[in-house]
């Protein structure tokens, strides 16, 4: 098995590609630290190495950020073999839920619905390929008075350059398809 390594625009986060599906078609999967990480083995295992301090899992990709007195040089080659037995033992990515934790809802009006539509329909097909390319994602939280309510995960969340990427990038792009659009704003959950 040969996992390709790719660097993102966040200096704490690299980007795994095993050549696999990892979360395929069912979305993706934030962790922010081991306890909550007790639905996917994988994660549960990435969490056992010291200095792992987020795992985003993607359609083809794993993120891993570390702490900040982690270094690189030592905990890449402890995650390559972590994700490769993990791989070789065929273990699931994730274990089946009864009950999934429910997302934050989504706060919007049901009067904007179509601006809501058009909103995913830009974030889905010109934001979220660019985002995952980078080893994160952009996930949509609402809209009120003009505001579009986004959370950012995986290599995203935490990098330096992610407000410049809303304000200038998504921000810029949306008002310019949405003339309702005012300003973005970036929420945690």
């Not at 993607?58 to 037995?85: C, H, N, R, Y």
């Not at 008075?145 to 992610?162: E, F």
Request: glycine share 10%; charged share 25%; aromatic share 6%.
């Amino acid at each position: 098995m040969f996992i390709e390594t790719e660097a993102t625009p966040n200096p704490a986060t690299l980007k795994f590609l095993p050549g696999q599906d990892v979360m395929g078609l069912r979305g993706t999967a934030d962790f922010t630290s081991a306890e909550g990480a007790a639905r996917s083995p994988l994660a549960e295992r990435l969490f056992g190495l010291e200095g792992v301090a987020r795992v985003f899992l993607g359609g083809d990709f794993v993120t891993i950020t570390k702490s900040d007195a982690t270094d690189w040089q030592a905990l890449k080659p402890q995650v390559l073999g972590a994700i490769m037995e993990h791989y070789m033992a065929g273990r699931p990515v994730m274990l089946e839920a009864e009950g999934e934790a429910a997302l934050e809802e989504e706060e919007t009006d049901p009067a904007d619905a179509e601006i809501v539509a058009q909103i995913k329909e830009l974030l889905d097909t010109r934001v979220r390929p660019a985002v995952a390319g980078d080893g994160g994602d952009i996930v949509f939280r609402g809209y009120r008075d003009g505001i579009v309510r986004l959370h950012l995960q995986g290599a995203c969340s935490g990098c330096p350059s992610s407000r410049a990427t809303l304000k200038h990038g998504v921000e810029n792009m949306l008002r310019h398809y949405v003339p309702e659009v005012v300003a973005v704003e970036q929420v945690e959950v």
